[in-house]
């Protein structure tokens, strides 16, 4: 890569741009790039050092251009596949990813589990990387033998243009809720930002959206074509039925007048969108569903998806659910399979949008048995605060607030009875907790097997 905007990462021979941000800018460290092996700078002000520098307007569309001219022909030559929308983005670009891997097309994947390919795992800052960041990993996939990659697309990442280059062979819509509204402000932005991902589309590409989900018809019209899945029987991919348990979930779905059916091991209904959505995807890319069927069996949801440990009688489920329809989905979900209570743990982050959190509030209390009340990344807001605002949209009592979510996850555990679902929400893969600006090690999953450990005998 010739081109490097962190100054502790430049190597010898690169061009540094100065890129300036919120908090940090690159102009500040130029002479710490070129201490570094720095031979020229991009900058947007005059600056005195031993090496050429090109002044520009903005280093931040120097650096987009610089790359597309560079590299995009490169990258280009792998099929990307984008999903977007508000949930199911990662379950659907997880599942997309396994089954082209078995298969047999080499395919990598690039979203809020890291990025992955072949044996390797690596984690990424964002859901979608920066734009050099990108840039470099798929560069990566193309000199690794890669055929396909597998993006989740964020609201932001599309509003940046971090994929500022690119061209789409499918994309995928999964659904719209709210979210990110702190940045966004209105649905009507929040849905626009989604669908620029329309403009990276190639012109024959394929694109595969939730037609139970309004804001579907808002990326066909855009496109003038595309694929439906859902429960309608008018649809391209028609889910006619559906057997979910705890354990699996057995699908009914036609195609072109032909009948299937598929039994996955994840569990609830928006999974069954998830994984018809993948099907539909890797369909269109020429797979026959018979072969896609059939390698089902081996798929797993990522980690922290509805990820279910048996313990104290019950089953704990560690879910990545932190907006309100997500969380409503969950619990709806579980409420169709328990035999007993459903317990939820949930809270909501701290410097995010605030408008949520009352809806959080009311939706986990209204909607199961029993909620534990807690602390989700507070950042540099006060937990209490963040709570207080919570509890303005509460209006039971089937509840209790702990802060710790250590303690609220133990707590949880602990009140379990035979055949209870305890949901342990908000947080899915993460193993930390951020609090103020410093990261502290706190995995749900490690917390509820550290129980079993300590409480359980083999």
């Known amino acids: 890569m010739l081109y490097e905007t962190d100054s502790r990462k430049v190597k010898n021979g690169q061009i540094f741009v100065a890129l300036k941000g919120h908090t940090v800018d690159g102009h500040d460290y130029i002479e710490n790039a070129i201490k570094n092996g720095a031979i020229k700078v991009i900058a947007e002000k005059e600056v005195n050092c031993s090496v050429p520098v090109e002044i520009v307007p903005s280093t931040e569309e120097y650096l987009k251009h610089a790359l597309k001219d560079a590299y995009a022909d490169k990258v280009n030559k792998l099929k990307i596949i984008g999903i977007t929308g508000t949930n199911g983005k990662t379950t659907t670009a997880y599942l997309t990813y396994q089954l082209l891997n078995l298969l047999g097309e080499k395919c990598g994947y690039l979203g809020t589990l890291g990025f992955k390919y072949n044996d390797i795992a690596e984690e990424t800052d964002n859901t979608t990387p920066n734009i050099l960041v990108l840039y470099s990993l798929l560069l990566r996939l193309v000199d690794e033998g890669c055929q396909t990659v597998v993006m989740e697309i964020s609201s932001h990442a599309l509003s940046f243009e971090r994929m500022y280059g690119l061209h789409f062979d499918a994309v995928a819509f999964t659904n719209l809720t709210e979210d990110h509204l702190d940045y966004h402000k209105t649905m009507e932005n929040y849905l626009n930002a989604k669908l620029k991902i329309i403009d990276y589309l190639v012109p024959n590409g394929k694109?595969?959206?939730?037609?139970?989900?309004?804001?579907?018809?808002?990326?066909?019209?855009?496109?003038?074509?595309?694929?439906?899945?859902?429960?309608?029987?008018?649809?391209?991919?028609?889910?006619?039925?559906?057997?979910?348990?705890?354990?699996?979930?057995?699908?009914?779905?036609?195609?072109?007048?032909?009948?299937?059916?598929?039994?996955?091991?994840?569990?609830?209904?928006?999974?069954?969108?998830?994984?018809?959505?993948?099907?539909?995807?890797?369909?269109?890319?020429?797979?026959?569903?018979?072969?896609?069927?059939?390698?089902?069996?081996?798929?797993?949801?990522?980690?922290?998806?509805?990820?279910?440990?048996?313990?104290?009688?019950?089953?704990?489920?560690?879910?990545?659910?932190?907006?309100?329809?997500?969380?409503?989905?969950?619990?709806?979900?579980?409420?169709?399979?328990?035999?007993?209570?459903?317990?939820?743990?949930?809270?909501?982050?701290?410097?995010?949008?605030?408008?949520?959190?009352?809806?959080?509030?009311?939706?986990?209390?209204?909607?199961?048995?029993?909620?534990?009340?807690?602390?989700?990344?507070?950042?540099?807001?006060?937990?209490?605060?963040?709570?207080?605002?919570?509890?303005?949209?509460?209006?039971?009592?089937?509840?209790?607030?702990?802060?710790?979510?250590?303690?609220?996850?133990?707590?949880?555990?602990?009140?379990?009875?035979?055949?209870?679902?305890?949901?342990?929400?908000?947080?899915?893969?993460?193993?930390?907790?951020?609090?103020?600006?410093?990261?502290?090690?706190?995995?749900?999953?490690?917390e509820v097997e550290n129980w079993k450990k300590e409480h359980e005998k083999n």
């Not at 309608?232 to 979930?249: E, G, M």
């Not at 007048?257 to 928006?270: H, P, R, W």
């Not at 099907?279 to 890319?285: E, K, P, R, T, W």
Request: aromatic content about 8%; charged content about 30%; glycine content about 6%.
């Open 207 to 446: 694109l595969i959206v939730n037609g139970d989900d309004e804001a579907s018809q808002k990326f066909i019209d855009k496109f003038h074509k595309g694929v439906r899945i859902g429960f309608d029987p008018s649809y391209d991919y028609y889910i006619k039925n559906t057997n979910i348990t705890p354990s699996k979930t057995n699908i009914e779905f036609i195609y072109n007048d032909k009948e299937y059916q598929v039994t996955t091991n994840l569990t609830s209904k928006f999974n069954v969108y998830n994984y018809i959505t993948a099907l539909a995807i890797v369909n269109s890319l020429g797979y026959d569903i018979e072969a896609i069927i059939n390698e089902t069996y081996k798929l797993h949801a990522p980690k922290g998806r509805c990820e279910t440990h048996k313990v104290n009688g019950g089953y704990a489920v560690i879910d990545y659910a932190h907006t309100p329809d997500a969380v409503e989905k969950v619990i709806a979900a579980y409420n169709e399979l328990k035999t007993n209570r459903v317990i939820t743990i949930v809270g909501c982050g701290g410097d995010r949008d605030p408008i949520k959190r009352p809806i959080m509030g009311r939706i986990a209390t209204e909607l199961s048995d029993y909620a534990i009340l807690t602390s989700d990344n507070p950042r540099t807001e006060d937990p209490a605060k963040i709570m207080e605002d919570i509890l303005k949209g509460v209006t039971t009592d089937n509840y209790e607030v702990e802060l710790d979510r250590r303690t609220a996850i133990k707590k949880g555990i602990e009140m379990l009875e035979p055949e209870d679902i305890l949901l342990i929400l908000g947080k899915g893969h993460e193993d930390y907790q951020i609090i103020g600006h410093t990261k502290i090690h706190l995995d749900d999953a490690e």
